[in-house]
């Protein structure tokens, strides 16, 4: 990266990668926890059931924990480098079934895991995404917002027919683009929080934005896995993301990317590699976390 690389964004890298092993701790413990059972439960039985599970009540700590690592990173560094940082999460729960769940996995997905670090590695280093003291004002949101809450819209409107995949890749489109907006959200309100304290971000936008947007990213994210696999809706929640987070950042929050033919293009190849290896990994990955042996 630039060499002016600064100590703010190597702790939002630190609390990038925190963050994403946080995440991928939770969807592992979650998982497992609502599979234990050899019932097939739904309704306030599952509910039940799961508040009795102590490995399903840590994801939600995990969950929080990713949460506050979150906005720790975006406090410290732009989002165009800590969004895609994120993708790593695929690579950790990998190490999860590996070494925790003692999950045998396929070689092809272990080389989907290592394209999609070079691929970031590559990306970063070619882009060297930088700038984040800027402060947007509040009518200089109006724009990003409108934008990404009418191409969710659409996508979810598109969303109510066709296939199981097709509804699932759209409604994951969707999630992509809600996350990314609810990242440029919580980062405002750590600003906020960090400038005038709990008390005063209370009597501001950004928080209240937050709330609004964790719930409609939620709900987008758990039609996207009932309508389809989890093959189809993972990578595009994932691929999404990121883009739609790197042009958030340059649009909101003036960050750089730095440019010319060379650079441009590597980071693109990077891009695109990083993309092609999550793919590889989403779709040769068990479909379970129970450990079982796959054979090439």
Wanted: aromatic content about 10%; some cysteine; hydrophobic content about 55%.
């Amino acid at each position: 990266m630039h060499g002016d690389f600064t100590f703010d964004q190597s702790l939002a890298v630190l609390f990038a990668l925190v963050t994403a092993l946080a995440n991928a701790v939770a969807v592992a413990t979650q998982h497992i926890a609502s599979t234990r059972s050899g019932q097939r439960l739904t309704g306030w039985r599952l509910v039940v059931h799961l508040f009795r599970q102590p490995l399903w009540l840590f994801g939600w700590v995990a969950l929080t924990g990713s949460l506050v690592f979150q906005a720790l990173a975006l406090h410290f560094g732009p989002m165009s480098e800590v969004q895609p940082i994120l993708v790593t999460e695929l690579v950790m729960a990998l190490l999860l079934r590996r070494y925790w769940i003692h999950q045998s996995l396929r070689n092809v997905t272990w080389i989907g895991a290592g394209v999609t670090c070079i691929g970031l590695i590559s990306f970063l280093a070619a882009t060297a995404p930088s700038g984040h003291a800027n402060v947007p004002t509040t009518s200089a949101w109006i724009g990003p917002i409108l934008s990404c809450l009418v191409v969710a819209a659409v996508l979810v409107a598109v969303a109510q027919r066709g296939s199981s995949s097709r509804r699932a890749g759209l409604y994951a489109s969707a999630t992509g683009v809600l996350w990314a907006l609810e990242a440029t959200f919580i980062k405002a309100t750590t600003d906020t929080i960090a400038s005038s304290g709990f008390a005063g971000a209370l009597t501001r936008w950004p928080i209240y934005a937050f709330i609004v947007g964790g719930l409609l990213g939620l709900f987008s994210e758990q039609a996207a896995l009932h309508v389809g696999p989890l093959k189809v809706s993972q990578p595009f929640i994932v691929i999404v993301d990121p883009i739609v987070s790197v042009v958030l950042g340059v649009w909101l929050y003036g960050e750089r990317l730095r440019g010319g033919v060379v650079h441009t293009g590597l980071g693109g190849l990077g891009f695109a590699a990083m993309c092609l290896g999550v793919v590889v990994l989403t779709q040769t990955a068990p479909d379970s976390m129970e450990a079982e042996v796959h054979r090439l």
